[in-house]
């Protein structure tokens, strides 16, 4: 989440790692993807027995040995309006995954101040998704020869 073009609306942005040399990696971004993002994560949902392939526990900061087991990513993501209205004033808290947002604390960075804050309009949208070579991997286990 950045606001790369400065035009004080947060965005997703896309970034890659790239090769500068033969051991000097860097970060560089390939720009907006969708505009108006505030705020987003990731929970994954992990198979502990290893057996079934539905998730025992979720993670929001999994480990390479975690993300070996996930099952499932539910993916929430916080989108807000671009252009402030006058009128409204946003109270409302947002939920996004294990983090919480205030309506009223949505503004616009403009020279590097603070304006129209509270007049924005939001929503959350949320999605799990079946980590599909997974289920494949517990779907042949459990084939009999």
């Known amino acids: 989440i950045a606001d790369e073009d400065n035009d004080g609306i947060p965005g997703l942005y896309r970034s890659r790692v790239v090769a500068d040399g033969p051991s000097n990696l860097k970060i560089e971004s390939d720009g907006e993807l969708v505009p108006g993002v505030e705020s987003f994560r990731v929970t994954f949902g992990l198979d502990n027995s290893g057996d079934d392939g539905i998730a025992d526990t979720y993670t929001t900061s999994p480990s390479a040995t975690d993300l070996d087991i996930a099952v499932s990513a539910r993916l929430d993501i916080l989108v807000r309006t671009s252009n402030p209205d006058f009128s409204y004033e946003n ?7 294990s983090t ?3 309506g009223n604390n949505f503004k616009e960075i403009k020279d590097g101040v603070d304006a129209n804050q509270g007049r924005f ?3 959350v949208f949320s999605t799990t998704l079946q980590m599909r070579n997974m289920a ?3 779907q042949m286990s459990n ?3």
């Open 100 to 102: 919480t947002v205030y």
């Open 91 to 97: 109270t409302k808290t947002y939920y996004v995954g």
């Open 143 to 145: 084939l009999t020869p």
């Open 121 to 123: 309009y939001g929503r």
């Open 136 to 138: 494949f991997r517990i």
